[in-house]
């Protein structure tokens, strides 16, 4: 994905100073709605891959325990 560098200021003129205003707000409202929607997606992947380890975790910790209780009860066929 793309990362977070700087955008060029918006050259502009300060005659009419509310429109510029506008204009600024506008150009950081964009870049702020851009960086939220970098930040959102960029995580998704992060999101899937944390929960797929904890889940295996939990697997792995269910059949940590599991397994010497199925030996001490003899269902297990070892040697």
Sequence with gaps: GRDLTGRPFPLGDWGEPAE?????????????????????????????AARALRMGTAAGVVAGAALPLLDLTGALSGS
């Design 20 to 48: 510029r205003l506008d204009e600024l707000y506008r150009w950081v409202e964009t870049g702020a709605l851009d960086t939220a929607d970098w930040y959102l997606n960029d995580r998704v992947w992060k999101r899937r």
